[in-house]
């Protein structure tokens, strides 16, 4: 199968893993790049199109495929989700459509599906200053959540929990967000929705983060993991665990919501990756992406319960059902983290060999790199990289995670060396 992979603007090296695992899968994968890296992708399966702007993107894009007849177009990118539906749709390919592919990444359109289409969120509104938050928080009642419609992996995403902390951090997010990766990746000239700040209710309880695939509005959750986080003042996304602790009749419930959630965000044939936060007892939805989840998710998701995101997006992006059924786990246990550290430049970070070649490891990936500003909230949300270790036991796991991280060795610029931060208790770095 020939498959066309695209980024409106290339985020570093992030998804080259996942690319190089379309090839493993027997993708033959072309990938196409609006403003991109020279030789980033082997030649002559790469290509950039020198421009952000979308109608250069779709010129490039209907020329390749003009020469080359692919079967699909995807993408891995949050950033390059309504990319991928334009070109699709100029391209004659499956896809899901401008106005899905909005409301999938717009999270003010996103939560405006929900509420018509009676799934359980927490209320929202869109604030244009701070007046208007203000006002929205005294009839939410505090706590409340302050978040970016455009954002991901939790950039400016705050709780509040009084007038004066929402004063300070709506001028955080307000200036953050306008140089907020995600949102400076996007592409030129299409219509992304209101950009700007939400305020939401608080919801009290655990998350779950699910992959799973709408085919023909049938949903089939295909991975289930839980977010085992200490939460702060911030929605560190930094530790999963899996297998899920939800029960058959938790899942149930939570299939239907994500069901009824794609149908109302106009997701027909697609791959998810959707977040459920309890609130009072009951499931509410925070959100739903039209790509898979980031990360190691996908690498979880095939070790911890035979679901394949990989495999699933090549299929989707060709119009073909993907290979899942309802969530099986298969008895491997779990544990993830983000590896985080202290604001300021990385100097390098070093991973031992008896971690990143340990058979306990399925992930141990640096993705920051020498020079690289590490921002931490408020100022932004960058991480160092993932670990992701397996286990007999929740127990064996979680104690093999504590161990491991703390070999990891990260230095700042002008400061000594530490280790990267034990993801469930307090920062604890120890100079070296």
Request: one cysteine or more; charged letters at 25%; hydrophobic letters at 40%.
């Amino acid at each position: 199968m020939k498959l066309l992979a695209i980024e409106a603007q290339q985020f570093a090296s992030y998804y080259l893993p996942r690319y190089q695992q379309v090839e493993e899968y027997g993708g033959n994968l072309h990938l196409l790049h609006g403003v991109g890296d020279p030789d980033f992708w082997p030649s002559p399966r790469y290509r950039v199109a020198g421009s952000a702007k979308i109608d250069d993107i779709i010129a490039a894009a209907a020329d390749w495929h003009a020469e080359q007849r692919f079967d699909g177009v995807l993408t891995f990118s949050e950033s390059s989700v309504m990319t991928v539906a334009l070109v699709a749709e100029a391209l004659r390919l499956p896809g899901i459509g401008l106005d899905a592919a909005r409301n999938s990444r717009n999270k003010l359109l996103m939560r405006q599906a929900h509420e018509r289409g009676g799934v359980p969120h927490p209320r929202f509104r869109f604030t244009a200053d701070l007046s208007s938050a203000l006002d929205a928080a005294t009839e939410f009642g505090y706590p409340v959540v302050l978040k970016p419609t455009m954002g991901t992996a939790s950039n400016f995403v705050f709780r509040v929990d009084n007038p004066q902390e929402l004063a300070m951090r709506f001028r955080d997010a307000s200036e953050g967000i306008e140089r907020m990766l995600a949102y400076v990746l996007e592409p030129e000239g299409v219509d992304l929705g209101p950009h700007g700040l939400l305020v939401e209710s608080f919801l009290d309880g655990h998350e779950h983060l699910f992959e799973a695939v709408v085919w023909d509005d049938e949903v089939f959750i295909g991975s289930a993991v839980d977010r085992a986080t200490v939460e702060g003042k911030n929605f560190d996304d930094d530790v999963h665990v899996a297998p899920t602790s939800l029960t058959g009749e938790q899942l149930e419930e939570i299939r239907q919501i994500v069901a009824d959630a794609a149908v109302a965000q106009g997701l027909h044939r697609s791959v998810l990756h959707a977040e459920i936060r309890f609130h009072q007892g009951k499931p509410h939805l925070v959100e739903i992406a039209a790509r898979p989840g980031g990360g190691g998710l996908d690498m979880v998701a095939r070790v911890t319960a035979g679901y394949c995101p990989v495999r699933g997006s090549m299929d989707v992006a060709r119009g073909v059902r993907p290979q899942v059924s309802h969530y099986q786990p298969t008895g491997v246990y779990m544990m993830g983290t983000c590896l985080i550290c202290e604001p300021g430049e990385l100097e390098y970070v070093s991973v031992p060999a008896e971690v990143s070649e340990s058979d306990k490891t399925l992930l141990a990936r640096i993705t920051a790199r020498p020079g690289a500003l590490i921002r931490r909230p408020p100022d932004g949300n960058n991480i160092l990289g993932f670990l992701v270790v397996t286990g007999a036991s929740a127990a064996e796991v979680k104690q093999t995670l504590e161990d491991y991280a703390a070999k990891i060795e990260v230095k700042l610029v002008g400061r000594p060396a530490t280790i990267t931060d034990t993801p469930w208790s307090e920062a604890r770095r120890l100079a070296l």
